[in-house]
């Protein structure tokens, strides 16, 4: 979604056997990439996960690689469990072990976890446990998630071809705090004697400011555009994102406050119903822990059927918001176009007149 990587600096040529370059040809597909010197060294811990987790993670793994020695970054890799291969192995679906070793890399990789196996597990045993107490244990409160349509794949959307061309949109989405994380919570009996289930959302002061910072700084290497989404008209806890009697302040307060810190940025407000019906009538007009957000996929795992792609991209994330390296993202973002361009695609997304083939044998040129 433990090894380590040594990078070959000097200049190489590698060879991939690639059953997509020709229906009947088996020749090695061969590119030429010139290794720099690494001058920066990170270190990632990778968390596969379950079913089509660790194969979409080999995949990414393999274009950090390629995209750090391209520009001088090394990486050391260590693989960790969690989720219901944690609970298989040892459990719990969050070793201790895991958590230390997530705290200690500079980014955490995650692959996808869950399964039919493990539905009927009590709730502290269920794989979905171990990544609520990964987020609240790595507190990372922010969750950035890209929305794009690459062009090579508009037509494989539902929509209609003039509404999701051109659409790229980023929701920052809060991760800690609210009804995931409120208490009490459970379950009970009310004054009728009706069995209840019962959660809190509650939302303070510092989530909301910490949170829209973000969200300001990543509008900012964007589109300049940042629109609020809530439901604070009914409800108190959401009134405090950006609205209210509190969160008016945190944009506003005197020297300190966002307003005057962000001056370069278009904000807007919205509530979640009419935000969800906008964003399908024409989604264009919007403006840590990195994971694809697909299921585990229990019944393709194995077979080499899975996209990579989101796990590719949310490895380009890593670089790019995670650890500030840019051109190494960018690369990674191109090198996908680039394939989708030469037409390979896994079956998802399949048309005719594309080449139909499982994501470790793509090739890309670099």
Known sequence: MASAMQLNV?????????KLASKHSHKPARISCAAATPSKRYSITLLPGDGIGPEVISVAKNVLKLAGSLEGIEFSFQEMPMGGSALDLVGVPLPEE??????????VLLGAIGGYKWDNNAKHLKPETGLLQLREGLEVFANLRPATV????????????????GVDV????????????GKPRGFGTNESGEEIGFNTEVYAKYEVDRIARVAFETARKRHGKLCSVTKQNVLESHASFFFGNMGINV?????????SRYPD???????????AMQLVRNPKQG??????IHGSAPDIAGQDKANPLATVLSAAMLLKYGLGEER????IENAVLETLNKGFRTGDIYSAGTKLGDAKKWVRKC
Do not use: C, W
């Open 10 to 18: 000097k200049p190489t040529r590698l060879a991939f056997h690639s």
């Open 150 to 165: 690459l062009p090579q794949l508009v037509d494989a959307s539902t929509l209609k071809k003039e509404v999701a061309e």
């Open 170 to 181: 980023m929701v920052v989405r809060e991760l800690t705090g609210g009804i995931y994380f």
């Open 251 to 259: 944009l506003e307060e005197k020297s300190n406050g966002h307003r």
């Open 328 to 331: 190494a993202a960018k690369r």
């Open 98 to 107: 895991t958590l230390s070793a997530a705290k200690q890399s500079d980014a």
């Open 265 to 275: 940025i278009e904000l807007s407000h919205m509530y979640v119903d009419n935000a």
């Open 287 to 292: 403006p840590g822990l990195f994971e694809p």
